[in-house]
């Protein structure tokens, strides 16, 4: 048992620093997000989720963020972070969560389907809440400055709704559907060695 443990917190930590170096990986898409890229962390998260269960996948996520704030600090008084932390959980844990009770391809399809509703519902409520109220204070900003800016790159964004139809919603979409469609190409190949791992 304590074996197995520390082989499972071991393969946490592999991942974890697997998270962390693709999460150095972004791509900007301003039309949909002025300040937020896509990146890929996420895909380390939820096939280690897949195989360490709920407690591996907050692990990784934590172990991640853990090395981003060692080797590169914080410029958003670890705000960002935060969110970064609740935003993983949020679409990992349900899709876990969901596979542990049905572990066929079915119920992993289903399982991210639903990690990716959740993750847009806490995007929504973080942005509005406690992302841009902390650059609202930190910069001296307004919500209509914010808006402008967005406005700039996106001509249907002019005001708060329009904001989260088509910026903080497609962006979720497009992230989480991506690693979503990768996530069920690869984990049937990487869940192979990883579970020997375990063994």
Same mark, same amino acid.
């Given at each position: 048992?304590?074996?197995? !443990?520390?082989?499972?917190?071991?393969?946490?930590? @592999?991942?974890?620093?697997?998270?962390?170096?693709?999460?150095?990986? *972004?791509?900007?898409?301003?039309?949909?997000?002025?300040?937020?890229?896509?990146?890929?962390?996420?895909?380390?998260?939820?096939?280690?989720?897949?195989?360490?269960?709920?407690?591996?996948?907050?692990?990784?996520?934590?172990?991640?963020?853990?090395?981003?704030?060692?080797?590169?600090?914080?410029?958003?008084?670890?705000?960002?972070?935060?969110?970064?932390?609740?935003?993983?959980?949020?679409?990992? &844990?349900?899709?876990? &969560?969901?596979? !542990?009770?049905?572990?066929?391809?079915?119920?992993?399809?289903?399982?991210?389907?639903?990690?990716?509703?959740?993750?847009?519902?806490?995007? +929504?409520?973080?942005?509005?809440?406690?992302? %841009?109220?902390?650059?609202?204070?930190?910069?001296? &900003?307004?919500?209509?400055?914010? +808006?402008?800016?967005?406005?700039?790159?996106?001509?249907? @964004?002019?005001? +708060?709704?329009? %904001? @989260?139809?088509?910026?903080?919603?497609?962006?979720? @979409?497009?992230?989480?559907?991506?690693?979503?469609?990768?996530?069920?190409?690869?984990?049937? *190949?990487?869940?192979?060695?990883?579970?020997?791992?375990?063994?």
């Amino acid at each position: 048992m304590k074996n197995s !443990r520390v082989k499972s917190l071991a393969l946490a930590g @592999i991942l974890g620093a697997v998270a962390f170096l693709l999460m150095m990986v *972004k791509i900007n898409i301003p039309f949909l997000s002025v300040f937020a890229d896509l990146e890929a962390a996420a895909l380390a998260e939820i096939i280690g989720g897949f195989v360490l269960g709920p407690i591996g996948a907050i692990q990784i996520i934590l172990i991640k963020l853990l090395l981003k704030i060692a080797i590169s600090g914080t410029s958003t008084m670890f705000v960002g972070e935060l969110q970064n932390f609740l935003l993983s959980c949020a679409y990992v &844990l349900p899709a876990v &969560l969901y596979y !542990r009770k049905h572990k066929t391809k079915q119920g992993a399809l289903v399982g991210l389907i639903i990690g990716t509703i959740v993750t847009i519902l806490v995007s +929504i409520l973080t942005n509005l809440y406690m992302i %841009f109220p902390f650059y609202i204070q930190l910069y001296g &900003l307004d919500w209509d400055a914010i +808006i402008g800016m967005y406005g700039q790159a996106n001509p249907f @964004i002019h005001d +708060i709704p329009t %904001f @989260i139809i088509f910026s903080v919603v497609p962006f979720n @979409i497009v992230s989480k559907v991506t690693i979503s469609i990768v996530t069920m190409l690869a984990y049937k *190949k990487l869940s192979v060695p990883l579970k020997r791992f375990l063994q």
